[in-house]
């Protein structure tokens, strides 16, 4: 964001000879609004600012730095991690905002390794051929190393929804129900729980089949990378901000 003409040097001089800053110097210096830098000021974001003796907000070097820091969190935390974090550190828990971090990055790897489990789950989909006819309950099962009870497990969840033979009533897969059992078979294996294997199983069919669904995985890729990338940048401007606390070490 472009700021108006001067505001831009004037908080870079007042930064680099330590002095004060009115609440419109920090809040235009971050293309905020001062009711913004207030609200954060409020949810401990920020430390608490010094007042004049007409009650006037000041704020510090280290207060920019606070709102640079949490401003670059957000993006690979989210809103509220990021404000937790910041204000774990204005609390003087330091400890607590590491812990936030890490388990940030730990849920990066988990979502990491579950798009390994679906590319796994889509690259070794086998779908029967259809000359090959319908299959049973008891055949599918047998295939796949399940039990029937499995198969219908799944078909109560939604995830797959074979026909029912109106003569025996009994449970018909075709040659999509197939792949989308094997599929859900994959995804189990790589720790999917039911409940998120559902709209991916929708994808497939809304797509037709696995074979376009290769640009949203180049997508998912593509975010968990920013978010990776962001997660850096978060953690350079929180380590300044912690530079310049006074007591860097709480």
Same mark, same amino acid.
């Given at each position: ?45 920020? *430390? ?59 849920? %990066?790897?988990? !979502? ?14 086998? *779908?029967? *051929?259809?000359?090959?006819? !319908?299959?049973? /309950? ?12 499995? %198969? ?6 939604? %995830? ?16 999509? !129900?197939?792949? !989308? ?22 994808? /497939?069919?809304?797509?037709?089949? /696995? ?5 949203? %995985? ?29 007591? *860097?070490?709480?």
């Amino acid at each position: 964001m472009k700021l108006p003409r001067g505001i831009g040097r004037k908080v870079t001089r007042n930064l680099q000879s330590g002095g004060q800053l009115r609440p419109v110097d920090l809040a235009r210096g971050h293309g905020l609004s001062t009711q913004a830098v207030r609200n954060y000021e409020a949810a401990g974001i920020l *430390p608490g600012a010094e007042r004049t003796a007409h009650g006037y907000r000041t704020y510090t070097p280290s207060h920019a730095q606070a709102l640079r820091a949490f401003l670059a969190l957000v993006p690979g935390h989210g809103h509220r991690t990021a404000t937790l974090i910041m204000q774990a550190i204005s609390r003087g828990t330091t400890e607590d905002a590491f812990r936030l971090i890490d388990e940030s990055h730990a849920q %990066l790897l988990d !979502d990491r390794r579950t798009l390994q489990a679906v590319e796994a789950a889509l690259r070794d989909l086998s *779908p029967v *051929p259809r000359e090959r006819g !319908d299959t049973l /309950v008891g055949p599918l099962a047998r295939r796949l190393g399940i039990r029937p009870a499995t %198969l219908r497990k799944w078909e109560r969840a939604g %995830l797959v929804q074979p026909r029912r033979d109106p003569q025996t009533g009994y449970r018909v897969y075709s040659a999509a !129900d197939v792949r !989308d059992t094997q599929l859900v078979h994959q995804l189990r294996r790589g720790g999917y729980r039911l409940e998120q294997i559902g709209p991916l199983i929708a994808q /497939v069919h809304s797509a037709g089949g /696995v074979a376009p669904l290769e640009s949203t %995985l180049h997508d998912w890729h593509a975010r968990l990378s920013a978010r990776s990338r962001a997660m850096l940048t978060g953690a350079a401007a929180l380590d300044a901000y912690l530079g310049c606390r006074p007591d *860097p070490a709480r």
